[in-house]
């Protein structure tokens, strides 16, 4: 019997069965797909000659966190690659927004727009470096975060402190308007905040914004060099090292409950898996709660709360192999590994907008993976693997554009969407689409059939606004890993702190788990 069985092979299950296995405990994962990876997995599906991440491919989080640093990936073969530049942000008038790899390169490109903005930038920058490990940590571990609190405080008047408070809550759109005097400053911020579900006048974009744009200039866009499979790989190694076991194609049914407490589960086969110490679950709120434990087991407010949980945007991705590298027109797209494709921030508010009304929008904001310039082991020499993509309603009520989807995302449809897709490059890389030597289409039924975790697509497990974060959470509770049922830990990016690949929600369940075993065992001594 093993000491603990987790639910869910993705990154966040296999980061905590790898705490849990250095430990010393006897653990067992259980994945419902053919392979391990969840959200994080890379094939040759579209060209034999190209390695395509399926989902998540670009890894800021993972660099910073504590979490996956602390694990040691690099002895079992990871390796992080970068393109020459970060993220590009082209404008219809040729000129282009640019985060470089260097934070003074990224200064001086901005003051081209406006003078004074890259003065405004390093600022941004400086108030980064002075708060960066405390917000880490207060990031990377369970609510609340009183130690990194308490060093925040010390290190920030309350004045200072206060206005940080501030720049954190803004829409990014007002962030922009107040710092910046040019356009691409405020892309920069903007399109970052548009990583979640965070439109220009959202509350609390700004310091989503903010992050995302500081993660970038300090630690880049990094990608595992071979495929994003290539980080999955090394935590399931690490973990089979450490004694662990992970088999595939187990689909989980129920969480066994006795007497209160969590004591094992049941695959879909009807075999019964005993766990001695805790089940950690990898998956949603509304699966866990919904569908794996019985409603009896469970306080009928969680349940009445789990009728407001909000999904993410639904997301459509298409994945193309290119016989040469695209040909933007703003020629510093060319070198950067992220690229974002929108009218200005006014384009970016018309598709959220289109979203919020239940329409498909007519011009989706397209986030646009290089993953060749990212890393050449990608593609054969002088071609690109890329993908791009945006995202829809989870209820779609009619089009904005002029094709009438309805959202059925039959093949019809999913041809529609992709050429709306690709003419949206063509308008920035002018002959795009004579490079295209195959492509993949994920729709979001497609995407939730290959990850039960991202339901239409959803990709950060639910929203990340300010209604759904902290102690909020999955639902308003503790914002902690720990559910009614004792020994029973939620691990997956419905928990504290949310969506991205950097392992904190699974480390966060198990060392709860840990917790809960070790008082366990006192309560037996006494």
């Known amino acids: 019997m093993p000491d603990a069985v987790v639910i869910g092979a993705g990154p966040n299950g296999l980061v905590a069965a790898n705490m849990l296995a250095g430990a010393g405990w006897s653990v067992e994962v259980l994945e419902a797909q053919p392979e391990p990876g969840g959200a994080v997995r890379s094939d040759r599906g579209v060209h034999p000659d190209y ?31 970068r393109a020459p530049r970060v993220l590009a942000h082209p404008l219809p008038d040729g000129r282009c927004a640019v985060l470089e790899a260097d934070a003074e390169r990224t200064a001086a490109g901005l003051d081209a727009f406006a003078a004074g903005d890259g003065a405004a930038w390093l600022e941004l920058c400086a108030t980064w470096d002075r708060v960066r490990r405390d917000t880490l940590e207060a990031l990377f571990t369970p609510f609340p975060p009183v130690r990194s609190a308490v060093r925040l405080a010390a290190r920030l008047r309350v004045a200072d402190g206060l206005r940080l408070a501030r720049t954190l809550l803004l829409p990014v759109r007002r962030l922009g308007e107040e710092r910046f005097g040019g356009e691409a400053a405020r892309l920069l911020l903007a399109g970052t905040a548009l990583h979640a579900d965070l439109g220009p006048e959202a509350a609390g974009s700004g310091g989503f914004g903010w992050l995302m744009s500081m993660l970038g200039q300090t630690y880049g866009f990094p990608v595992p060099v071979g495929g994003a499979g290539a980080l999955t790989a090394a935590l399931v190694r690490r973990l089979e090292r450490h004694g662990g076991v992970v088999r595939c194609g187990e689909p989980v049914t129920e969480v066994v409950v006795r007497a209160g407490r969590a004591v094992g589960v ?41 009728r407001r949980f909000q999904w993410d945007f639904a997301t459509f991705k298409v994945d193309w ?67 791009a993509y945006t995202h829809v309603p989870h209820r779609i ?23 709306r897709i690709e003419r949206e490059v063509e308008r920035w890389a002018p002959g795009f689409r004579s490079l295209i030597a195959a492509r993949r289409l994920l729709a979001p039924p497609t995407i939730e059939s290959m990850d039960a975790n991202l339901p239409g697509g959803a990709i950060n ?28 830990y939620l691990a997956s990016a419905s928990a504290h702190p949310g969506g991205g690949v950097h392992g904190a929600p699974g480390a966060n369940a198990a060392r709860a788990a840990m917790r809960g075993g070790a008082l366990k065992r006192l309560a037996r001594r006494r």
Do not use: N
């Open 266 to 306: 049941r695959t879909a086969k009807g075999e019964a898996v005993p766990a001695a110490r805790a089940v950690l679950a990898d998956v949603s709120a509304p699966a866990l709660y919904t569908r794996l434990v019985d409603a009896r087991h469970l306080p009928g407010r969680l349940l009445d709360d789990l």
């Open 461 to 488: 497990g639910g929203t990340t606004a300010a209604h759904q974060q902290l102690v909020f959470r999955p639902t308003p509770g503790t914002g902690r890993p720990e559910t009614p049922v004792r020994g029973l």
């Open 397 to 419: 009520k009619g089009d904005a554009g002029d094709e009438g989807l309805t959202g059925r995302w039959d093949r019809g449809e999913q041809e529609v969407m992709a050429d």
């Open 51 to 81: 390695v395509s991440d399926l989902f998540s491919a670009f890894y800021p989080l993972a660099a910073a966190s504590p979490v996956i640093g602390g694990l040691g990936l690099r002895d079992e073969g990871l390796r992080w690659s």
């Open 321 to 387: 192999a290119l016989t040469a590298p695209v040909p933007w027109t703003a020629r510093p797209a060319t070198t950067a590994g992220t690229v974002h494709l929108a009218d200005g921030v006014d384009g970016l508010t018309r598709f959220t907008a289109q979203i919020a009304m239940g329409q498909v929008p007519d011009r989706p904001f397209l986030l646009f993976g290089q993953m060749s310039t990212a890393d050449a082991t990608r593609s054969p020499a002088g071609t690109e693997s890329a993908w």
